[in-house]
Structures are given as structure tokens and as C-alpha cells.
């Protein structure tokens, strides 16, 4: 029997008639073809949307989903995104900080002084029982973009080692940003992955 799962209410911000898409109201996903996949994730992106596919947020399955692609070092999460010009930044643990701060050999209270705070919640992701987060405004001061290197990156906070995979609103759905073509691979790579496992599987745009 077919196992049908309405998208997450957050996709339907996405005006399908403004880009063209309306053929695809209703579609499955997984059933539609490589042309009108492309054009879909590329309005996501242009409105900024993540893509959500169900599955468990645990690190198993995120290293699952990352090692179908390799970051193309664009930068284009390390610096402000134009269709969210009101971000505050990089979200990061205050631990991470530390780790930072100790293996750059930069002082700890200045670079905290970079920083604003963030929030304390239990994590979703299993790092510890507590997050205390500080937010990194961008562009990310580590990003060096005359070369398109990052100046932490053995030591990069958790956000950016599972970019484009953000942390959602819980642990049943994998949340992928498509602003950019490593993210889009990603997507693709998870819908695919969706498919095999599941083949009558139903996730409605």
C-alpha cells in the first residue's frame, strides 16, 4: 500500500504558478522528471526555502546524505545571502567557540566580542544536553574569498561541517538548502536515496 505524506506546510509558501510550476501542484516528488526537478529546487532557492524530506535528524543519516556530493567551496554560505539580508548569522555553540579561539591562537573574549547571543535549547542534534549558542555575523570572518577558503575548516562549527543540511523544526524531517549547486546535488542524492529505499513512496509538492 502506497504511504502517502503531505509535504511540511512550510514548502507551500513556494507560488508554483510564479515560476512556471503549476503542473506540479499536487505531483509527487519522487515520480516527477530531471527537468522539472531542476526548475522546482531552483525556485526553492530563489525563495530561499529549504527542501524537507522525511527522515531521522541523527548523525548516521546526515553523513549518509553528505557523502553524495562534495562541497564546491563557492562560499555562498559564508557570506550574507541576498534573499535573507535580515539573518543575524552563523549560529555556533559556545564551545565551538572556544575550540576556535584555543586552535586559531585568537583570544576568546574578543572573538566572543564578535559575536551576539544566541539561544539555549535542548539540541535536536545529539551534541550535548544543553546548546548555549553565539551568532557570527557574516561574512564569516574565517571565510577568505580571494581563494575560496575557510581559515577553521578542520575545526568548523557543526552548522557548516552538515551544510546545506540545516537544523529544522524537528527530528522527523531532513531540512536541505538549495542556494547553491552542492546543496542541489544533496537534494537530489536524498529524493534518490527516498526513492530506493521506498519506491511507493508518496511526498506531494
Not at 509558501?13 to 501542484?25: A, P
Not at 548523525?59 to 567551496?73: A, M, N, T, V
Not at 551568532?135 to 568548523?156: A, D, G, H, V
Amino acid at each position: 500500500m502506497d504511504r502517502q505524506i503531505q509535504h511540511p506546510q512550510r514548502v507551500f509558501r513556494l507560488d508554483l504558478e510564479k515560476y512556471g510550476l503549476s503542473h506540479l501542484d499536487g505531483r509527487n516528488i519522487l515520480g516527477i522528471d530531471e527537468s522539472d526537478l531542476n526548475m522546482f529546487l531552483d525556485a526553492l532557492a530563489e525563495d530561499d526555502i529549504s527542501l524537507q524530506i522525511p527522515g531521522v535528524f541523527s548523525p548516521d543519516h546526515i553523513r549518509e546524505i553528505l557523502s553524495r556530493s562534495e562541497c564546491r567551496k563557492c562560499g555562498a554560505c559564508c557570506v550574507p545571502n541576498p534573499m535573507n539580508p535580515n539573518s543575524p548569522g552563523v549560529e555556533l555553540f559556545e564551545d565551538e567557540l572556544r575550540i576556535i579561539a584555543d586552535k586559531t591562537g585568537m583570544d576568546y573574549e574578543a572573538l566572543l566580542e564578535q559575536t551576539t547571543e544566541g539561544k539555549n535549547q535542548d539540541a535536536i542534534y545529539p551534541l550535548n544536553e544543553l546548546i548555549g549558542t553565539r551568532l557570527l555575523p557574516l561574512p564569516c570572518p574565517f571565510y577568505i574569498e580571494e581563494n575560496k577558503e575557510c581559515r577553521i575548516y578542520s575545526t568548523r562549527p557543526l552548522v557548516c561541517t552538515i551544510y546545506p543540511i540545516v537544523f529544522g523544526e524537528n527530528d522527523e524531517y531532513v531540512e536541505i538548502k538549495v542556494n547553491c549547486e552542492y546543496g542541489k546535488e544533496v537534494a537530489k542524492g536524498a529524493l534518490k536515496a527516498l526513492k530506493e529505499k521506498n519506491p511507493d513512496f508518496i511526498l506531494k509538492i
